[in-house]
């Protein structure tokens, strides 16, 4: 049961097969009240429109809907309003795929996978962590890394002067530990995780980064860490 404080997890479902959606709604909503499903929707035009009116926590996408590349309305759903998209997959294409978390999704499933594996997954974006296996992750990590930066440097250098230095020290414990969850290093800061989180959305906006993935890459081109004492 949920504690007072919190809220469920609330999930819309993009997919053009109709069978497929009804399936994967019975699936979501059988963990209420930890989860439901505020939207279907089985195009583009109507996703947007859907996320639009109910602002969902987590989007879980299927990139190929009926003929469409839903790979291009990722930045729209994801665009500032807090919500988290999971691409939920049967393609074998390991370009489009990648380039689907380029373009802003947090989490990667494959269709085959056990339908427990969509549901943690829904849970560990919407608390702010990546759901990637490690070789697109590893992938990902060179092609971001070997691209030149967006900005000129000194807009680089105005958004790590804004960081405050518990900022700077969570994203040092986050380069030490690239691989710890949101519990994990939550205890190494010594701070709850939900606080964790606020810091962590505070971080991407000042730095103009995605997720985690990005400020990873971001922090260790401009060698961010602690402040010296």
């Known amino acids: 049961m949920l504690a007072a404080q919190e809220k469920p997890i609330r999930v819309m479902l993009v997919d053009d097969h109709r069978s497929v959606l009804w399936g994967l709604e019975k699936l979501v909503q059988s963990e209420r009240p930890r989860m439901e499903v505020v939207a ?11 996320a639009g009116q109910t602002a969902p926590d987590v989007v879980v996408l299927d990139l ?12 729209a759903l994801a665009n500032g309003r807090g919500t988290r998209v999971i691409v939920w997959t049967g393609m074998r294409d390991c370009k489009a795929r990648e380039q689907s978390i380029l373009r802003g999704a947090c989490g990667l499933v494959q269709k085959e996978e056990p339908a427990e594996t969509l549901l943690k997954a829904i849970e560990r974006v919407h608390s702010g962590e990546l759901w990637l296996d490690r070789s697109t992750t590893g992938r990902i990590f ?15 250098e105005r958004k790590i002067a804004s960081l405050t230095a518990r ?19 939550a205890g ?10 606020n810091h962590l959305s505070r971080i991407y906006d000042k730095l103009d980064v995605a997720n985690r993935l990005e400020l990873y890459v971001f922090a260790q081109r401009h060698a961010i860490g602690p402040l010296a004492l």
């Open 64 to 75: 190929d809907l009926g003929g469409e590349n839903a790979c291009d309305i990722i930045p």
């Open 40 to 50: 279907c929707a089985t195009n583009c035009a109507a996703a947007l429109e859907l």
């Open 142 to 156: 060179v092609e971001l890394l070997s691209r030149k930066d967006a900005g000129v440097p000194n807009d680089d």
């Open 167 to 185: 900022e700077r020290e969570i994203i040092g414990e986050l380069i030490a530990d690239a691989g710890a969850d949101n519990r994990r290093l």
């Open 188 to 197: 190494r800061l010594r701070m709850g995780e939900h606080t964790l989180r």
